[in-house]
């Protein structure tokens, strides 16, 4: 019944770990995203994936690597993981229409926490 | 680039009030889309509304409605008949072409009994 779907909710690991967040949806849409929620709350766009391909990738470093095996699964890798990247992470997706415009639907996040 | 503002970080209502929310965004497109979304304890993020700027009927979605503003580039939510359930984090986000959407820094709404 979950539309997009995130595991693991939470993550704690230490500095220096690699570690993945999954994420699946069953929307039947074409393009997923990776956001960041910093402490401030503030969200900004990591990734986005259209139908297995990168289409968008902003400023992230190059220890994070998203994944996508297909169109229903983006997960995102992190290696080497830091202190700066404690955050809550949200996978979402949306359809790709000829606009280039849709909705995003977001999953339930993940909060990772790099101690 | 695209910019998103939300000037009031806390806003305050009482229950069965009306309570207004206001974002301005600067984008050089002249077709997009904004959105409010809304993020409870809970952390999910739930779609609220959404509006096209091609569009100049103002989106409703029962008890929530936007005044949207294309010249002054404003789009503020209005959220009638408050609840204790619409106390949340409130986003205003725009979306111009290829899906990059961009938030402003929210709004937490406090609903008072």
């Known amino acids: 019944d979950t539309a997009v779907s995130q595991t693991p909710k939470y993550l704690v690991t230490q500095m220096g770990n690699d570690k993945s967040i999954k994420c699946e949806q069953n929307?039947?849409?074409?393009?997923m995203y990776w956001y960041k929620q910093d402490s401030k709350k503030f969200l900004k766009i990591m990734f986005s994936y259209n139908n297995k391909e990168l289409i968008i990738n902003e400023t992230v470093p190059n220890r994070f690597s998203p994944k996508s095996p297909d169109k229903a699964h983006l997960n995102l890798h992190i290696n080497s993981l830091e202190l700066g990247d404690s955050a809550v992470y949200f996978c979402?997706?949306?359809?790709?229409?000829?606009?280039?415009?849709?909705?995003?639907?977001f999953g339930p996040g993940t909060r990772l926490t790099v101690l | 680039a695209q910019t998103v503002t939300q000037s009031q970080p806390e806003m305050s209502v009482q229950e069965a009030e009306t309570v207004t929310l206001s974002c301005t965004y600067d984008?050089?497109?002249?077709?997009?889309?904004l959105f409010w979304y809304k993020q409870p304890p809970s952390r999910q993020m739930i779609l609220v509304i959404r509006q096209e700027a091609y569009k100049q009927q103002n989106a409703t979605e029962n008890r929530f409605s936007v005044n949207f503003q294309k010249a002054a580039k404003s789009f503020s939510l209005k959220i009638s008949d408050s609840q204790l359930g619409d106390a949340a984090m409130y986003f205003c986000?725009?979306?111009?072409?290829?899906?990059?959407?961009?938030f402003g820094a929210g709004t937490i709404l406090r609903v008072k009994s």
């Open positions: 979402a997706s949306s359809l790709q229409l000829a606009g280039g415009r849709d909705t995003q639907y």
């Open positions: 984008t050089s497109e002249s077709d997009y889309y």
């Open positions: 929307l039947g849409h074409d393009t």
């Open positions: 986000a725009c979306m111009e072409y290829g899906n990059k959407l961009v």
